[in-house]
């Protein structure tokens, strides 16, 4: 239930200003060329964010290799997804701190789990013999292999 809650505040995270935004450019549908973007300046016509810059005349312009021959039905400067003649562009963030924080909770929650589980007949077994002896009797208990290995002696 926790683990829930913080992977719905990660949700709400805004992406990272450090993360690379990458355009990727598909013609023909087979053709694939990723392309890093650079944030436009302030006060330029692409001032809303690096994925302003990936349209799908951006694609034919600098996916040269992969788009030789493509041509677009109506050129335009659309930002919007999808297919247009022979040329898709896809706007996308890589190495986010929200994508490096789900994965962080995941490895966490996965390694808690793994300690549960191997530790689960143990700690059965020990709270049996606080129960049974007392917590003076449990350290003994849990002291005296140690005890044993070093040559000191419990009593």
Not at 105 to 111: E, S, T
């Amino acid at each position: 239930m926790l683990a829930l809650a913080l992977l719905a505040l990660l949700a709400l995270l805004p992406p990272s200003r450090a993360s690379t935004w990458l355009c990727k450019c598909t013609c023909f549908g087979t053709n694939t060329t990723i392309l890093p973007l650079m944030a436009p300046a302030a006060g330029s016509a692409g001032a809303a964010g690096p994925c302003s810059m990936c349209t799908r005349a951006f694609c034919l312009e600098h996916a040269a290799d992969a788009c030789q021959g493509a041509t677009l039905q109506t050129p335009s400067q659309d930002t919007g997804t999808g297919w247009e003649g022979e040329v898709w562009s896809r706007c996308f963030q890589r190495n986010s701190s929200k994508d490096q924080s789900i994965v962080s909770l995941y490895l966490f929650v996965l390694l808690a789990l793994l300690l549960v589980s191997l530790l689960r007949g143990r700690v059965a077994g020990w709270v049996e013999q606080i129960r049974n002896r007392g917590p003076s009797g449990f350290v003994r208990e849990v002291a005296q292999p140690w005890m044993r290995r070093t040559g000191m002696s419990g009593h």
